[in-house]
């Protein structure tokens, strides 16, 4: 079995942050997006990997070769963004004979049974409901609660299970075929090549899914939903820093993630903070925020914000002489 990541995402919605950091590699609840997922497959038993790279894609590579050196993996660069379809398209021929596959797209993070998945008799869907199905693929039931159709943001759903963006494929050679021929028939949806639609050719062609209930599902596609995954996480155990070394006349309201070497003095941080390591902040209120690796903050009040890497924040003072009666807002 393998396991294929595309990664090769401009993460325009998170702009201007990955302007210069891909966004698989943007920290959450203490460390990288990319690796909860690398973590997951190796724990639930995938031991070869493909990563679909693009926009900023050796800074991928170069993190997982630097923290997963023994990992059995290889790099796909997908030249052109036309969907998730072509992107698994990309990797066509590192994809020849392998018997069973499993997508994992690079944006999300979920909580589910993995073994579950793996040892699904039949090709597999990781499923969520949600309250608004517009914005994502659905799936769809005939009335013996088979799949009969994916479709990719419907205008009028007809179900409220959304695809998440993991998936157990055991008919690669037929997913590849059926890619094959919507790019060579310039089949698109809303302008590219989307999974789901190699996917609805498979059903039409036959091939049976099952689906796998995720338990919870973060969405880490917006600043609004990064921080707020951020927070999930560093709610639930195992996420949170603990043992942390004595901060100078600071307090640390948990839960918080805090990298190694960083240097707080005279500050509030937390709850839901994740720092980054070698970060200096001096005189400051972090709270509701993902702080870069060696970044610098200096007399300011940090909330719900995503700052990256090498970034030096100095906040501004204020002498005042005020009245009675007087109402300032500096917000």
Known sequence: MKAIIP????GTQ????????????????????ISFIVDQLWEAGVREFIFVIGYLGEKIKDYIEQHY?????????QEQRLGSGHAIWSA?????????????????IVEMDFQAMLQSPTSCLAIKKVQDPKGFGIVEFDHNHQVKRVVEKPKIPMSNLALVGLYKIKEVSQLLDALDHNIANDQRTEGVFHLTD????????????????????????KKETLLETNALLLDKEGYAS?????????????????????????????????????????????RDSIIGNYASLREVVMKKSVIGNDTSITGFRHSLNIGDNTEIDFS
């Not at 990664?7 to 401009?10: C, D, M, N, T």
């Not at 998170?14 to 997006?33: E, H, M, N, S, W």
């Not at 839960?255 to 970060?279: D, E, L, W, Y």
Request: net charge negative.
């Open 198 to 221: 190699g996917l609805m050719r498979l059903i039409e062609q036959g091939v049976s899914f099952g689906t796998c209930p995720v338990n919870a599902w973060y969405d880490c596609g």
């Open 69 to 77: 050196p023994e990992l059995d993996k290889c790099f796909v660069t």
């Open 14 to 33: 998170l702009r201007p942050l990955t302007y210069t950091q891909p966004k698989p590699l943007i920290p959450v609840a203490g460390k990288p997006i």
């Open 92 to 108: 066509r021929e590192a994809l020849q004979g392998t018997d069973e596959l499993i997508i994992y797209f690079g944006d999300t």
């Open 242 to 286: 603990d043992n942390l070394p004595e901060f100078d006349n600071s307090i640390i309201i948990h839960p918080v993630s805090i990298g190694k070497g960083c240097r707080i003095s005279n500050s509030i941080i937390g709850p839901h903070a994740t720092i980054g390591s070698n970060a200096s902040i001096e005189s400051s209120i972090v």
């Open 7 to 10: 990664v090769a995402g401009a």
